[in-house]
Structures are given as structure tokens and as C-alpha cells.
């Protein structure tokens, strides 16, 4: 039987366990949005982040950043920030940060570092470059931080529109098998609501998850990261309009508790 929706408490998701893929800061901040709006979330971290194979040229790349070498820094997600803390890297005022999006640039902030941009429209890797080249005529020395996985869509850009762009990998992105108990929730369709919140993430719940009950949700947080979900296999229920964990949280809010399977006894 559906739950109905707690309106009058201002609890949407009463009723719903949602599965938060990731751990640390981030997948604590997430729980705590879904407590506030009813739901019980399971922090199940399904990636997680590891030193890049080339510290070498990291550590070059952050001594050229504190030395001024850099007119602009690119920060496409909260990981690269904790890189950039762990580091204790001290950005000069006259080097402009660029972060990729709301989530981004809250975590910058939370550590101390500024934000100068955040693209209006996209927030994506395209979404930023097109920003940037439109307030970058000249040509400029950027600095971009990625993943060992992401794809080059920034650095093209921004290379294709004239700029000076060194390209650096900031951390490695690895699986992290679940444990049996949180494979039998899901499986057994006591988990409601799957959060994919990056290809990487995506890729993992297809891999560790191979039969999801159809009344699970699948809710992406974008439609950027709802296209890679479907390439990795999956079927997506609900797409956040914008790409922040408020928007996803929204977004699955909106919907009807799917019916629960019976729990299975643990």
C-alpha cells in the first residue's frame, strides 16, 4: 500500500529509505537533507577516491598554482576540494576559482577558498567552458583538476577557444563492494530509492546491484549523469532539474512511496 505523502508535517519522504551512494562529509550532509524531509537514508558508499598515480606532476601543478602562475583554477567536484585542503594548498587572490556547480562551490567555501564563478545555466564541464571563453576573450593560463575517469570536455574547450590549459589528474575514482546486507535490501525492494549521482556511481549500482526490483527508483541528478546512467545500464525514474542534492531530494520528494516489498528478516 502507498504511504501517503506527510504534507502537513512538511515530511514528503516519510516512508522512503533511500540509498546515499557515497560516505565521508558529503554522503553525512546528504543523510541529514533526507532526515529533514522524513526519509531514513542508507549511507552505502559505493566509490570512493584514491591518490592519483602521478603525485609528481600534481605537486608541480599546485606549486605553480600558489606561485601565481595561473590566471584560472577549474573545481568540478567536492573531491577535487578535499584534494585541494589535504594539500593545504593556499590559492593566490589574483588566480579566479571556477567551480563546477552548487555543490562544488559550497564545499570550497566550507574550507576556506572563494568562489569567482559558477556557470548560471549548465552546470557541467561544457557548462563552465562556455561561460568561461564568453568572459575570456584572451587567451589565459587555467589550470583544470580532474579525476583519472572524467572525460576531456573542458580542457577541449578551453583549449579549442585559444587558452593555456594544463590539464592535471587530481584522484582516482575505485569501487567499493557493498556489504551482503545492503545487496539483500536492495535486492528485496526494502531499499525505495537509489541516489546515482555521477557516471562512476552509476556504473557501480549496475555492477553491484543486477536486479533492482522495478519499483525501485532510480533518481539522477542530472541530465548530464541521467545519459551515462542509461549507458551503464540502468533505467531512470526521476532526473534532478538541476545538479545539486537539493534538486534530487526535490525531485524524488515529488513521487509516491513505491509499494515495499516484504522486509526479509536479518
Request: zero cysteines; hydrophobic letters at 45%.
Amino acid at each position: 500500500m502507498n504511504a501517503q505523502v506527510d504534507h502537513k508535517a512538511g515530511k514528503p519522504l516519510s516512508g522512503w529509505r533511500v540509498l546515499v551512494p557515497r560516505g565521508g562529509p558529503w554522503g553525512d550532509g546528504v543523510a541529514a537533507s533526507l532526515r529533514t524531509q522524513g526519509a531514513t537514508p542508507v549511507v552505502a558508499p559505493l566509490i570512493n577516491f584514491a591518490p592519483t598515480s602521478d603525485q609528481a606532476t600534481l605537486d608541480t601543478a599546485f606549486e605553480d598554482l600558489q606561485a601565481g602562475y595561473f590566471d584560472w583554477l577549474t573545481v568540478t567536484s567536492a573531491t577535487t576540494v578535499d584534494v585541494l585542503y589535504a594539500h593545504r594548498v593556499q590559492i593566490p587572490v589574483e588566480t579566479r576559482i571556477a567551480a563546477v556547480g552548487e555543490t562544488t562551490a559550497a564545499a570550497l567555501q566550507a574550507v576556506g577558498y572563494r568562489v569567482d564563478l559558477v556557470p548560471e545555466r549548465d552546470n557541467s564541464a561544457a557548462g563552465m567552458a562556455e561561460q568561461m571563453i564568453g568572459l575570456e576573450p584572451e587567451p589565459r593560463r587555467i589550470l583544470t583538476l580532474r579525476s583519472e575517469i572524467a572525460k576531456p570536455v573542458l580542457t577541449r574547450m578551453l583549449v579549442e577557444a585559444g587558452h593555456d590549459v594544463r590539464s592535471v589528474v587530481a584522484y582516482r575514482t575505485v569501487g567499493v563492494p557493498v556489504t551482503d546486507r545492503i545487496a539483500r535490501d536492495v535486492a528485496s525492494g526494502r531499499i525505495n530509492a537509489i541516489l546515482v549521482t555521477s557516471g562512476s556511481v552509476a556504473e557501480q549500482v549496475h555492477l553491484q546491484f543486477p536486479d533492482i526490483p522495478a519499483q525501485t527508483v532510480i533518481a539522477a541528478i542530472g541530465p548530464r549523469t541521467a545519459k551515462d546512467a542509461r549507458r551503464a545500464g540502468l533505467d531512470v525514474d526521476v532526473i534532478a532539474e538541476r545538479q545539486t542534492v537539493g534538486a534530487l531530494i526535490e525531485a524524488v520528494s515529488r513521487l509516491a512511496l513505491p509499494h515495499a516489498a516484504d522486509e526479509v528478516q536479518l
